[in-house]
């Protein structure tokens, strides 16, 4: 990873307006570094936050509340509670003459209230999640391609000497956060990196947990478009370029000058680009 071009963004954006951003996704100002720090992950957060977090991207850019308990049995077989968590989807509004035995939305789009709060827009979320998509089929989390799936995204995380070990992932159903350490926090070893020492074993859970369940991806949301990048500019590439990367962006702020001169071999996706942003 290329870390001063996340320091410069953080600088250039200001520390105070990320965290008000971050605090969207669940975690506590308390909880965040007020330094360019910020930007190398020097927060000290718990797996079940940052999974919180990530589901944000998941589905679509909704704030869900996690829970343990989905329901309590008595020895009658009465159920006692039942958890109603808010889901991320689009609330409904029934009419008064509503039937109530008809569902809203057999296609599972909207639901009945309570519905989770939308705390980034879905194209944010869509851009975020096609970002982490090419961390498994381009970057440090290349080896989830052996699951086979077109549906995963996530990002690998490792602190300094090694003393964490960090993937997180997911597709549109799910999200799985795997950290690796010690309780007494030491090194784990020279070459233990999150995608080394904790992808394994997030790619063991969703080979089981994704079995017989089909590929579920987030849907291109309105406003944008796929265009031809030249990678060593992040300009329009040339028509005559062959090595040109596709990029998705908002239709607002797709580049509107092109390189001046033809992509090369030495720019081409494999040579490295994405390397540098995952």
Same mark, same amino acid.
């Given at each position: 990873?290329?870390?001063?071009?996340?320091?410069?963004?953080?600088?250039?954006?200001?520390?105070?307006?990320?965290?008000?951003?971050?605090?969207?996704?669940?975690?506590?100002?308390?909880?965040?570094?007020?330094?360019?720090?910020?930007? /190398? =992950?020097? #927060?000290?957060? $718990?797996?079940?936050?940052?999974? !919180?977090?990530?589901?944000?991207? *998941?589905?679509?850019?909704?704030?869900?509340?996690?829970?343990?308990?989905?329901?309590?049995?008595?020895?009658?077989?009465?159920?006692?509670?039942?958890?109603?968590?808010?889901?991320?989807?689009?609330?409904?509004?029934?009419?008064?003459?509503?039937?109530?035995?008809?569902?809203?939305?057999?296609?599972?789009?909207?639901?009945?209230?309570?519905?989770?709060?939308?705390?980034?827009?879905?194209?944010?979320?869509?851009?975020?999640?096609?970002?982490?998509?090419?961390?498994?089929?381009?970057?440090?989390?290349?080896?989830?391609?052996? /699951? =086979?799936? #077109?549906?995963? $995204?996530?990002?690998?995380?490792? !602190?300094?000497?090694?003393?964490? *070990?960090?993937?997180?992932?997911?597709?549109?159903?799910?999200?799985?956060?795997?950290?690796?350490?010690?309780?007494?926090?030491?090194?784990?070893?020279?070459?233990?990196?999150?995608?080394?020492?904790?992808?394994?074993?997030?790619?063991?859970?969703?080979?089981?947990?994704?079995?017989?369940?089909?590929?579920?991806?987030?849907?291109?949301?309105?406003?944008?478009?796929?265009?031809?990048?030249?990678?060593?500019?992040?300009?329009?590439?040339?028509?005559?370029?062959?090595?040109?990367?596709?990029?998705?962006?908002?239709?607002?702020?797709?580049?509107?000058?092109?390189?001046?001169?033809?992509?090369?071999?030495?720019?081409?996706?494999?040579?490295?680009?994405?390397?540098?942003?995952?």
């Amino acid at each position: 990873s290329r870390n001063l071009v996340s320091v410069r963004l953080l600088r250039s954006i200001g520390v105070d307006t990320a965290i008000d951003y971050i605090t969207r996704f669940g975690l506590k100002k308390s909880q965040l570094p007020r330094d360019l720090s910020l930007a /190398l =992950g020097s #927060a000290s957060i $718990a797996p079940l936050e940052l999974a !919180t977090g990530h589901a944000v991207f *998941a589905n679509g850019g909704y704030k869900v509340t996690p829970y343990f308990i989905s329901s309590i049995v008595d020895a009658d077989g009465e159920v006692v509670f039942r958890a109603a968590p808010p889901l991320a989807c689009k609330p409904v509004i029934r009419p008064p003459d509503a039937d109530d035995s008809v569902p809203a939305d057999p296609g599972g789009q909207s639901c009945e209230a309570p519905a989770a709060p939308a705390v980034i827009t879905p194209q944010n979320a869509y851009l975020m999640t096609s970002m982490m998509h090419d961390v498994i089929e381009r970057g440090t989390g290349r080896r989830a391609r052996e /699951l =086979g799936r #077109a549906d995963l $995204a996530g990002k690998t995380g490792t !602190t300094n000497d090694q003393r964490d *070990a960090w993937f997180s992932g997911f597709n549109r159903e799910i999200v799985t956060t795997v950290w690796v350490g010690f309780d007494k926090v030491q090194p784990l070893g020279r070459h233990e990196t999150g995608g080394r020492a904790a992808l394994p074993i997030w790619m063991s859970f969703m080979k089981t947990a994704l079995n017989g369940m089909p590929e579920s991806t987030l849907p291109e949301p309105e406003n944008m478009i796929t265009v031809a990048i030249d990678p060593a500019t992040g300009l329009l590439a040339r028509t005559d370029s062959d090595n040109a990367i596709e990029e998705i962006f908002r239709v607002d702020y797709v580049p509107e000058e092109f390189s001046e001169t033809p992509v090369s071999a030495d720019t081409s996706p494999d040579a490295g680009f994405p390397e540098l942003l995952f």
